[in-house]
Structures are given as structure tokens and as C-alpha cells.
């Protein structure tokens, strides 16, 4: 099955400070969804972009499906930024169903 | 978006019992699915669970142990059976955005309920 692979695993930050989160996937797919896990366990949908470029206020997300990978984009981070970051993909021809990569967990100090 | 609730929020469960959570969806959906997220560790899908037809297991997971039904549209729940420590983890349903009766896709952005914590002592 498809591999998701998200870099780095853990980052901190100091808040105001911009970082760029990685995810590379082994295959070609045609769902890719980005999300934020709170300290609660919610997720929290970011982006729904499984190719091209979307900006939400201070994120912004780019896919390049061609070669198989996703960038998002946290700037200005603020304290309330903290959290694992999903990045989920869901392959062509399957049920539907998203496969997760590992995270990132982002903590951001004030 | 859809708007998805879970029932138990939480529970402490004892070993040997079982427990059933619930997902309530506020629109018809095709799709529902069932997650498990075990403590420090990723989402991993248990299975697919569609109206009308039996809920398709993932590798590692088995109906006798986390039967599901899908009565309708809008409802499944997710039955963790003869609870070990190890089934303490968080147990997510989310759906496919995809309008009931409408073509099956792998396209459609999925949203996610707030998730059951279990904890089984």
C-alpha cells in the first residue's frame, strides 16, 4: 500500500516564527487532506488539496502530485498553533479511506 | 462541512467488558469510517462501514472483535469487545463528504467526530 511519510516529526518554535511541514507519499493519489490534532484529540480539517496551492489566513498549503508530495506553510505561529500536524492521503481505486502519515507535533513558546 | 457527533465522549472501562460508542452524522452520508488512534501514535483505519452491507475489515481487525452496524444514512456505531489495556487508544468515525446515493469516490474530503478516549483498566 501507499507510504506517507511526514517530516520533521517534532519541531519547536518560538512564536512570530514561520515553518514549513513536510509530507511525501509513494504513489500517486487523489485525496490529500492536511490536519490539525488538539491538545484534545480533535482534527481539525486544514486543507482538502490533493494538487495546487490554497491559502487559509496565516497557512497555506501547496501539493505538486507529480512528484508525490505536500508542503504546509504556518506563518506568524501563534501559542495556539500547538499540536500534531496530519497530513492523510487516500489512493485511487480504494474505499475512500485516508491513510495517515505519522505527524508532525509542533509546539510553539511564547 | 458535515457536523459529526460521538457518543461516550470518554470512558473507563474494566477488562473483559465491552463497549459501544456511537457516530451521529447530521446529513445523509454514503461513506462512514472507523479509526483507531492509539496512544502517541497515528490514525489506522479499522474499517469501512456502508448502509446496507456488512462493514469491510482492515488486516488486524475482526468482526468479533469490533463489530459494526450502519442501521442508515446518518448513524454507525463501533462495538471494542472483550476490552483489553491495549484497546485504550482514541476511536474517531469520519465521513466522506460524498452525497448519499451519489457515486462512490476516493475524492471527496473527509471530516472527522471528536472521538471516543477509552481507557480500559
Known amino acids: 500500500g501507499i507510504q506517507v511519510e511526514q517530516s520533521p516529526p517534532d519541531l519547536i518554535l518560538q512564536e512570530g516564527a514561520n515553518s514549513t511541514l513536510r509530507c511525501n507519499f509513494s504513489d500517486s493519489v487523489n485525496n490529500l487532506q492536511w490536519f490539525h490534532q488538539n491538545p484534545w484529540g480533535q482534527l481539525i480539517n486544514l486543507f482538502y488539496i490533493p494538487s495546487g496551492t490554497k491559502q487559509n489566513g496565516r497557512l497555506s498549503a501547496t501539493t505538486v502530485a507529480t512528484e508525490r508530495y505536500s508542503l504546509l506553510y504556518i506563518s506568524s505561529s501563534q501559542t495556539t498553533d500547538s499540536g500534531v500536524y496530519f497530513c492523510a492521503v487516500g489512493e485511487g481505486g480504494s474505499q475512500g479511506n485516508l491513510i495517515f502519515g505519522k505527524g508532525t507535533k509542533l509546539s510553539v513558546k511564547p | 462541512s458535515a457536523v459529526i457527533s460521538q457518543k461516550p465522549s470518554r470512558d473507563i472501562c474494566q477488562r473483559g467488558t465491552s463497549l459501544t460508542i456511537q457516530c451521529q452524522v447530521d446529513?445523509?452520508?454514503?461513506?462512514m469510517f472507523w479509526y483507531r488512534q492509539q496512544p502517541g501514535q497515528s490514525l489506522t483505519l479499522i474499517a469501512t462501514a456502508n448502509q446496507g452491507s456488512e462493514a469491510t475489515y482492515e488486516s488486524g481487525f475482526v468482526i468479533d472483535k469490533f463489530p459494526i452496524s450502519r442501521p442508515n444514512l446518518t448513524f454507525s456505531t463501533l462495538t471494542v469487545s472483550n476490552m483489553s489495556p491495549e484497546d485504550s487508544s482514541i476511536y474517531l468515525c469520519?465521513?466522506?463528504?460524498?452525497?448519499?446515493?451519489?457515486?462512490?469516490?476516493?475524492?471527496?474530503?473527509?471530516?472527522f467526530g471528536p472521538g471516543t478516549r477509552l481507557t480500559v483498566l
Open positions: 469520519s465521513v466522506d463528504r460524498g452525497l448519499a446515493g451519489g457515486p462512490l469516490s476516493s475524492y471527496n474530503e473527509q471530516f
Open positions: 446529513s445523509q452520508v454514503t461513506m
